[in-house]
């Protein structure tokens, strides 16, 4: 076994729990429907969370070439799959929570939680594409800085949420489409 087939055995096992987390608010969603108050833009911002998990997963995949691993390395892929997790258990509402649920509300109080879980798991992509991927310097640097200013104006600005949450979503294809 390789080290990082070693080290990406936690790394699975954290982000399958944190698409089973995802899946399992949308399943209780869906059937408290009646007492739920549904948001395209809260919905967007969830399937672009679990869209990161699946990414992260996948990047995951060129980090076989390194020859040898340290413990940083191993740790900064954890918080990185941890601040996933994060993101991912905040990113919807909880239906037994309360009742009459509104979806919007959720992403502009404590949804932005998952914003700031996201907005930690940029800060740890310049390490990972410019220490371990052994990627360009400057586009490793501002690609994930513009993560941070969009979940950083959700943070501070959250009753522009929808406005927000689509530009993230176009940020979000761009990301996948260089990780691809």
Known sequence: MTQHEYFFIAISITLGLAITRLLHHVGMLIRAYRSV????ASALWGFCVMLYCLQLWWVGWELRRLDSWTFLDFLVLMAATIFIYGAAEMALPV??????????????TLGRL???????????????NILMLDNAVLPSLVIPAIGVLLTGLMITRPARFRSWSLLFA??????LVLTA
């Open 114 to 128: 998952s914003a700031l879980s996201m907005l930690l798991y940029f800060c740890i992509g310049p390490y990972v």
């Open 170 to 175: 176009g940020y979000t294809a761009l990301i």
């Open 37 to 40: 108050s549904y948001n395209w």
């Open 95 to 108: 239906p037994e929570e309360r009742v009459g649920m509104d979806f919007l509300e959720h992403s502009r």
